[in-house]
Structures are given as C-alpha cells and as structure tokens.
C-alpha cells in the first residue's frame, strides 16, 4: 500500500489547512485510516482516526477544530483543520492499518505562524 499525503503548507494562526492522503494498492475493505502528528522533539502522536466504518476518534486537543473525513470509493482520508493555533506545527503523516499491517505516508508539513 502506498500513501500520497498533500496539503500541508504554512497558515497565519487563526486559518484553515486541508490534507489530503490517498493509498494506492492492495486496500484492504476494512481498515482505518488515521493522521498522525509529529512535532519537533516530541514523540508522534495521533490526531484523528476513521475506520472504513465510519468510527472516528480524535486527540481531545483538536476536538471541535479537525474534522476527518473519508471517500471509501477513492480510498482518500482528509483533514480539515480550523481555527488553528501555533502549537499544532508539526509533520503530519497518514497512516493506513488493517488488523494485520500498518503503512505510512511520506509525512506534510503543517506550519502555523503566530
């Protein structure tokens, strides 16, 4: 499986950012798809998830302001990023997993200026 993640970009604080990641290869019908985060000197964390059933779940930090959202057809997961605050600078990675593997898109970096 192949992840294309896109979207990241540098935002005044206080903007929206979209990503965008979409796999490629052998899906697998029941999977999550999920973003992750990773900032400077910090362990990566997990920013929201989308099961391929629709179960979503989200770091209570960005509850409110991240909606995830998913194309089943296009084997797309998106993130829409509101209001956003300079402590969420990261690199975002996609992340797709069955039961059985995990793959990880290239990582997109998210800049947010004060």
């Known amino acids: 499986v192949q992840l294309q993640a896109s979207g990241g970009g540098l935002v005044q604080a206080g903007g929206s950012l979209r990503l965008s990641c979409a796999a490629s290869?052998?899906?697998?019908?029941?999977?999550?798809m999920a973003w992750y985060r990773q900032a400077p000197g910090k362990q990566r964390e997990l920013v929201a998830a989308?099961?391929?059933?629709?179960?979503?779940n989200y770091v209570d930090s960005v509850r409110g302001r991240f909606t995830i959202s998913r194309d089943n057809a296009k084997n797309t997961v998106y993130l829409q990023m509101n209001s956003l605050k300079p402590e969420v600078t990261a690199v975002y990675y996609c992340n797709y997993q069955t039961v059985m593997v995990a793959y990880w898109g290239q990582g997109t970096q998210v800049t947010v200026s004060s």
């Open positions: 989308k099961t391929s059933g629709g179960s979503t």
């Open positions: 290869g052998s899906i697998f019908s029941i999977n999550t």
